[in-house]
């Protein structure tokens, strides 16, 4: 398997700028997510380390060798596509095989590791059947065997698991995620899915407009976000933003908003301007004890817990309380904030603030 190292990745159709200026490492052996909405400029990431595009200036390496500018078929890599791209003329085992008869194997060999790949997918029972009939997990299984036979340096995934049903998708992610820790095999994984992307990955470079907001751990994106549009595009609800204007400095551990003073980690950088105070629902708690206040908007049942929606002067925000809590839509209820878990925000630019609690994942932002 390899390790591959992006550096100023930058393509651009015409006046359009799809990828800004990429860099980030990907560790040999490592399930790494690109993550970010249609547009972001994920799918052509990918398709520049795969040699489907070319880059317009940057450098790509694979196993220590730079592949920037040469084409797909040198870089010795397999592609596993979200719509299956089988060969409907033939059965499962003729697709598994053809990569490897295409090379030049003995018939022996080909025998030996297409029985190897279905073993390892559980496949074994539909290699003579024709691909046309099958559910679309079981073809999505052969297009796994069809590149994973290759032994490729790494796998290049572009949503491969978007055309099936949710219920099915997080078993196929579950299966998929297993598969990779079996094989120790590279992977680079595109997808618009965040609890896909929480779920499986090792690391996640979460991207919006051809530019990388951040890159880290799927606990560093979610606990630590370097920006509002990171907080916000990850979790489900995601992160409560709190408007307001007010002045920080270096070293203070609370913020004054709306008459009450709340908690933060402690500030590394000054700050005087319109900020946003964000904080996660399950770091919320309603109680009478507490200076900040708002009215119960909603409440929605998820069984072992429920989502309170509170207006307050700063915006409305969601509250992740336990299910046998009475709220009432109406009342007025104290809010109590985990202040150790907010991230602070510029406002105008959607920054994070640098804190005690992010300052080592925002210098490698």
Known sequence: ????????????FGDFTAVQSSSFKIEDGEFFMLLGPSGCGKTTTLRMIAGLELPTSGEIYIDGQEVGQRPARQRDI????????????????????????????????????????????????ILDRPVGGLSGGDRQRVALGRAIVREPKAFMMDEPLGALDAEFREHMAEELRALHDRMGATTVYVTHDQLEAMQMGDK???MNHGVIEQFGTPQDVYDKPASMFVADFIGSPPMNFLRFHGQVHPGASSVRMHHADLVIPSAR?????????????????????????????????????????VKTPGGDLKARVPSGQTVRSGEQVGLTFNGMTATLFDNQSGRALRSELNEGVLAHV
């Open 1 to 12: 398997m390899a390790e591959i190292i992006i550096r100023n990745l930058r393509k651009t």
């Open 78 to 125: 397999a592609f596993v596509f979200q719509m299956f791209a089988l060969y409907p003329h033939m059965n499962v085992r003729k697709n598994i095989s053809y990569p490897l008869i295409s090379q030049g194997m003995s018939k022996r060999q080909v025998t030996e590791k297409v029985a190897e790949v279905s073993r390892i997918l559980g496949i074994e029972d």
């Open 204 to 206: 996640i470079v979460v």
């Open 269 to 309: 950088e000054p700050f005087e301007g319109d900020l946003v105070y964000g904080i996660r629902p399950e770091h919320i708690s309603l109680t009478d004890e507490s200076d900040s206040r708002g009215e119960v908007v909603a409440a929605e049942y998820l069984g072992t817990t429920q989502i309170v929606t």
